[in-house]
């Protein structure tokens, strides 16, 4: 099982970016996916999830500025981010889960992230 994340990079405050995660060895369309991110020495946050129904679920740091959206077909999930704010800056990671937990621990599979860098 392999989830790859790509899409991050550096941009400006108050740009866009979009992150993308495929998924190889499992069906995403039995997972509930997420992207959580992780500053330097802290533990993973939960930013977005998107659930095997579609029903979406959001940080409230992200709320109107982030959207999760999924592709079974395709067998990936993304991460639409505009207004990005400095505070963005961190390693985000794409995850799948069987279950509907979104503790660390509930997760079944995580990919190896990919850093947004917001900075001027």
């Known amino acids: 099982v392999q989830l790859v994340e790509s899409g991050g990079g550096l941009v400006q405050p108050g740009g866009s970016l979009k992150l993308s995660c495929a998924g190889s060895g499992i069906s995403f369309a039995w997972y509930n996916l997420g992207w959580y991110r992780q500053y330097p020495g802290m533990q993973r946050e939960l930013v977005a999830r998107?659930?095997?129904?579609?029903?979406?679920t959001y940080a409230d740091f992200v709320k109107g500025r982030f959207t999760i959206s999924r592709d079974n077909v395709e067998n990936a999930v993304y991460l639409q981010m505009s207004d990005l704010k400095s505070d963005d800056t961190a390693t985000y990671f794409c995850?799948?889960?069987?279950?509907?937990?979104?503790?660390?621990?509930?997760?079944?599979?995580w990919g190896r992230g990919t850093q947004v860098t917001v900075s001027s």
């Open positions: 995850s799948a889960a069987i279950g509907p937990g979104t503790d660390l621990a509930d997760i079944d599979y």
């Open positions: 998107v659930s095997t129904g579609d029903h979406r």
